[in-house]
């Protein structure tokens, strides 16, 4: 099975602007979580998808936000970025459904000047 | 909600020797117990998980055990390689729900 892609790999964006993040899970995970890795924040989550809906909201600002596709494709939206939002950002599918391994994507690095 | 703390922040072992990480969490209702290996640049990678049944899982060199009662959780790894340098990450989350609480990682370093 391919494994968790995520595009682009690198993003260079300005402060005020928006960016769409892409995850495509593993073939059959329904479930599409996605984390925020700094060196000064470590592993935060932001939120979860599953068949399309949000099951589970971290505790960032209303300014990133998500959906999930038919396919289980999934996107994170940040709007108005800001510095601090600059981080890798982590992508994790796993079936969905009482199977709790979370297997990564390689992750958006997302650079904000 | 869950709060997850790990110790020691870096680990330097001689190769060959075993290392120990080790978590404790707050939140009773966790009941899975999942850690990743983050090589430089790369993605995490699940090495090992344990669930709150269970009170030991092995996999070849690597373990980990898990006390309910005193709410936390070990990495064993033995007989230490070069390729197990990394940052390693313990995680906590509760039954049916995606959301992972992570420590803080911690930076192992093999010396050959």
């Known amino acids: 099975k391919a494994g968790v892609t995520q595009t682009p790999r690198y993003l260079i964006k300005t402060r005020g602007q928006q960016v769409t993040l892409s995850c495509s899970p593993i073939s059959g995970h329904r479930s599409v979580s996605w984390y925020q890795q700094t060196p000064g924040q470590g592993l935060q989550f932001l939120f979860e998808?599953?068949?399309?809906?949000?099951?589970n909201k971290g505790n960032f600002p209303g300014r990133f936000s998500g959906r999930q596709f038919s396919n289980s494709r999934s996107e994170m939206n940040v709007s108005t970025l800001e510095l601090g939002d600059s981080a890798l950002y982590l992508c994790?599918?796993?079936?969905?459904?009482?199977?709790?391994?979370?297997?990564f994507g390689p992750g958006t690095r997302l650079t904000v000047t | 909600g869950e709060n997850v703390e790990q110790h020691p922040s870096t680990l330097s072992v001689q190769e060959g020797d075993s290392a120990v990480i080790k978590c404790t969490y707050s939140?009773?209702?966790?009941?899975?117990f999942p850690w990743y290996k983050q090589e430089l640049g790369k993605r995490p990678q699940l090495i090992i998980d344990?669930?709150?049944?269970?009170g030991e899982k092995k996999d070849q060199r690597i373990a980990v055990t898990l006390n309910k009662t005193a709410k936390h959780f070990s990495l064993h790894i033995t007989e230490t390689q070069p390729e197990d340098s990394a940052v390693y990450f313990c995680?906590?989350?509760?039954?049916?729900?995606?959301?992972?609480?992570f420590g803080t990682g911690t930076r192992l370093t093999i010396i050959p």
């Open positions: 995680a906590a989350s509760r039954s049916g729900n995606e959301k992972l609480t």
């Open positions: 998808y599953f068949s399309e809906t949000q099951r």
């Open positions: 994790a599918s796993s079936p969905g459904t009482g199977h709790y391994e979370q297997y």
């Open positions: 939140d009773s209702a966790s009941n899975y």
């Open positions: 344990i669930r709150s049944n269970v």
